[in-house]
């Protein structure tokens, strides 16, 4: 079977395809999956080195944009229609998934004009405009949150949750739950994270909580993803404050990071969601408050209804509330080890499997 999966961007919308397509594999090792991206996301560097083909068309999103590049934009379109038609000719897929950026409205559409089998996975609480226009005219929708569904047709929707990287998934198998004695003389393990590149205002707020958090009535290890602008001034930081650290760039095994920790503050992206709820780790959520329809706040809430969660909003945000907050979790271990049974709840390490299960019976469907 020949599937072909469009997404690009950001690591939200990447990994997630990347671990469709390799359940795609383990489910059937003959079968061919070729990726469609743009050539500056994510995508373009990290599809290939997981050893999947990639076509690369010029698409860009309108929002943002000044006028001037809103045209540039709209008078290119005619050019990615026709990489798309070509791509999509050349290939021959039996089915094509969008897994959300800019690249998957042309090659879905083109595809659903082309006869071809199509789905769509939206990750967020909030469907995002593309989404929901595709919803319409593609045969699959796959949603990671229940609560979702009543964005798209009812007879479309399958809840299958978001798909998780396979080493993440076997490695969760593998964690323990979580045990805090808050005795003051165990180590807390606080893990911080921004997505790739960091995040500046979680980042911020940490920084300025740092002599704070030295002054904890119990022994702290930290280990923070800063991404690359601030890994030295952190660094700094926490040396200056004496507590244990680890400043990274980039983190590149999560199962470790996750499996160690006993509290996580992120933003509230679904990709991280998935992965604290297959660990089962408690966290704060800072949504990036600049997101889409503020759908990295919806999906803070529905964590934090949950019981797994607190969140945090940007504007809330400062190293002393940051602080506060931490001291009173983690001198609350009983409320700590709830938060990671309700994270658990939540997990759909099966996402991925699925997916693919219901991408196999749609092909196979008479229209």
């Known amino acids: 079977m020949r599937w072909l999966i ?32 743009t050539h500056r996301g994510l995508e373009s560097r990290v599809v290939p080195a997981q050893g ?51 690249v998957a409205g042309p090659v879905v559409l083109l595809a659903f004009l ?13 469907a995002g405009r593309t989404n929901r226009i595709l919803g319409r005219i593609v045969r699959r929708v796959f949603l990671a949150f229940q609560e979702t569904e009543a964005q798209f047709p009812p007879n479309k929707v399958r809840v299958t949750g978001n798909p998780v990287r396979k080493q993440l998934v076997e490695a969760a198998k593998e964690c323990p739950p979580l045990k805090w004695g808050a005795s003051g003389k165990e ?9 790739s590149q960091g995040a500046r205002g979680i980042n911020l707020a940490v920084k300025e909580a740092i002599p704070l958090l030295a002054r904890l009535p119990f022994p702290l290890v930290v280990f923070h993803q800063a ?26 095994h999560m199962e470790f990071a996750y499996s160690r920790a006993h509290l996580v503050i992120c933003r509230a992206g679904a990709s ?20 889409a329809d503020e759908h990295q706040k919806r999906n803070a809430l529905l964590f934090q209804e949950a019981g797994a969660s607190v969140m945090l909003e940007q504007g809330e945000l400062s190293g002393a509330s940051l602080a506060a907050l931490v001291e009173r979790l983690a001198t609350e271990p009983h409320r700590l080890e709830q938060m990671g049974r309700a994270a658990r709840s939540l ?21």
């Open 347 to 367: 997990a759909r390490p099966r996402a991925a499997q699925a997916m693919v299960e219901e991408c196999m019976a749609l092909v196979g469907e008479k229209r």
């Open 227 to 252: 991404g690359q602008a601030q890994v030295q001034e952190l660094g700094r930081a926490y040396e200056e404050s004496g507590i244990p650290h680890e400043v990274v760039e980039f983190i590149e």
């Open 114 to 126: 082309m006869g071809i089998p199509t789905a769509v996975a939206e990750q967020n609480a909030v």
């Open 6 to 37: 469009a997404a690009g961007g950001t690591g939200g919308h990447v990994f997630p395809a990347l671990s469709l397509a390799q359940a795609v594999q383990d489910s059937d090792p003959q079968a061919k999956v070729l990726f469609v991206g």
């Open 187 to 195: 180590e807390f393990r606080l893990l911080i994270f921004g997505g």
């Open 272 to 291: 991280s969601l998935a992965e604290l709820a297959l660990f089962g780790r408690p966290s704060i959520l800072v949504p990036f408050p600049y997101a």
């Open 52 to 102: 999947f083909d990639l076509k690369r068309i010029p698409a860009r999103g309108l929002v943002g944009l000044n006028w001037k590049a809103r045209l540039q934009t709209l008078l290119g379109l005619p050019w990615v229609l026709t990489r798309c038609v070509g791509i999509l000719a050349g290939f021959r897929p039996q089915l094509v998934v969008g897994m959300g950026g800019y």
